[in-house]
């Protein structure tokens, strides 16, 4: 049974940072574009960057560019969000999901907050 279990969030300061984790069972995680999203109270849930499985090619949002960056480790089945130079306006629940063709994990979440 597919499972993503999201770790790291939490209250953060603007322009602190925060280290999102995400742990992988139940799949052959190494086959599967890792992302990560985020849905904000009242909004939609968004991509927020993604890593494919192979070669690790990486895109972002525009919103994050430059100050959150998506990595994985096949070897331990994690994929991570460092997130930096947070802003109020990251404040949600960020998922982590896998994806390879049509099928689709999500995790339970976590919440980031960014409150002075």
């Known amino acids: 049974q597919a499972q993503l279990v999201e770790s790291g969030g939490g209250l953060v300061q603007p322009g602190g940072s925060l280290r999102l984790s995400c742990a992988a069972s139940?799949?052959?995680?190494?086959?599967?574009?890792m992302s990560w999203y985020r849905q904000a109270a009242g909004k939609e849930r968004e991509l927020v960057a993604s890593i494919t499985s192979i070669g690790g090619v990486t895109n972002y949002a525009s919103p994050v560019k430059g100050r959150f960056t998506i990595s994985r480790d096949n070897a331990k089945n994690m994929v991570y969000l460092q997130m930096n130079s947070l802003k109020p306006e990251d404040t949600a629940v960020y998922y982590c999901?896998?994806?390879?063709?049509?099928?689709?994990?999500w995790g339970q979440g976590t919440q980031v907050t960014v409150s002075s």
């Open positions: 139940g799949f052959t995680f190494s086959s599967y574009t």
């Open positions: 999901t896998a994806k390879r063709l049509s099928v689709r994990y």
